[in-house]
């Protein structure tokens, strides 16, 4: 089929694209060809996602606690992704966020359009559709908003409901996040509060992410988000009852499936550099159907934007080691990332030491 002629400058979201009655093929501007043999078979064991039980951590026996920083040594280095269930934010407000989400993207174009802004990465918010038109060389098949909600809360004042929802599950988010750096900490071999303390996370940069996918006519010849990592320390997501999101394990693609009521956890860049390589910064990908609207929210949670991050020497000294990466602000990392010389490229390669 011959590609939809369109203006793609002119689409002011994937939304209105997708819901055009002209349309029956990708447009070429977002042809992006995905490779099904690089997919995992889901029923292989090597590819079960490593599931942990907050539960154990917050509430536990010692020997129970113990056990699951055990457990994420392992799950640190070989996978860098794991889901969390039985953390404490409730199922009502994971779906209530979600809910939320759908009604910002509901609005009409013109009303979304309120809240576009530039490519600065720190702003309080943003909304959109590609990472940055003027560099991106395939378009992106979502529509996206993303709000800084802290060391200060903003947020969208549309719909009515919004700034409430994404308060409180923003808040509630942040301690599971806490409590993963935590147990990250004591299974690196150091104080339970060191990550928290080093990377200043009491004036860490948390961000709530949404993405809008909606039905696709060819999803083999479109992408959601290509392959990347993310750039903070740890990221919580969730969906709504669509799968889309895969993660790189052992060279193969995975697409993420799991409880309605879990979280899809990933680690970062700055929890590779911390750990100088030993913990696992995970690539991972969105992909897009032809069935329904899948809708994705991710929470960010990073340093202080004006911490230096470099290997951590307590490690150096007990590993033996020298340190892998050069240090550098956090900031500065975000605005590397975002360039256009590191399109679809690994940020790591220009701090290598």
Partial sequence: MAPVATQTMDVKSIKSLAESPALSSVPSAYAFNINSNDEADPNDPEFAIPIVDMSLLTSGSPDQRS?????????????????????????????????????????????????????????????????????????????????????????????????????????????????????????????????????????????????????????????????????????????????????????????????????FVNLADQMQILTNGKYKSVMHRATVNSKATRISIAIPHGPSVDTLIAPAPELLEKEGQAPKYIGMNYKEYIQLQQSGKNYMKSTFDHILA
Avoid at 88 to 98: D, H, Q, T, Y
Wanted: hydrophobic share 40%; net charge negative; with cysteine.
């Fill in 67 to 263: 056990k699951i920083v055990h457990n994420l040594i392992k799950i640190c280095q070989e996978w860098g992704f794991f889901i969390a269930i039985n953390h404490g934010v409730p199922e009502s407000l994971m779906k209530g966020m979600i809910d939320a989400c759908h009604g910002f993207f509901s609005l009409p174009d013109e009303e979304k359009e309120e809240f576009k802004s530039g490519n600065d990465v720190l702003e309080m918010f943003k909304y959109g559709t590609s990472y940055n038109l003027a560099l991106d060389k395939v378009l992106l098949w979502r529509d996206f908003f993303k709000v800084r909600v802290h060391p200060e809360f903003y947020s969208l004042y549309k719909p009515a409901c919004f700034s409430e929802v994404s308060m409180e599950f923003s808040k509630r988010t942040r301690e599971v996040a806490l409590e993963i750096t935590r147990a990250i900490s004591e299974s690196l071999g150091l104080e339970p509060n060191y990550i928290h303390d080093a990377m200043n996370m009491d004036r860490g940069l948390q961000m709530l992410a949404a993405n809008y996918y909606p039905p696709c006519p060819q999803p083999e010849h479109a992408i959601g988000i290509p392959h990347h990592t993310d750039h903070g320390l740890v990221t919580l997501l969730i969906q709504n009852e669509m799968n889309g999101l895969q993660v790189e394990h052992n060279g193969k693609w995975l697409t993420v499936n799991g409880p309605a009521n879990g979280f």
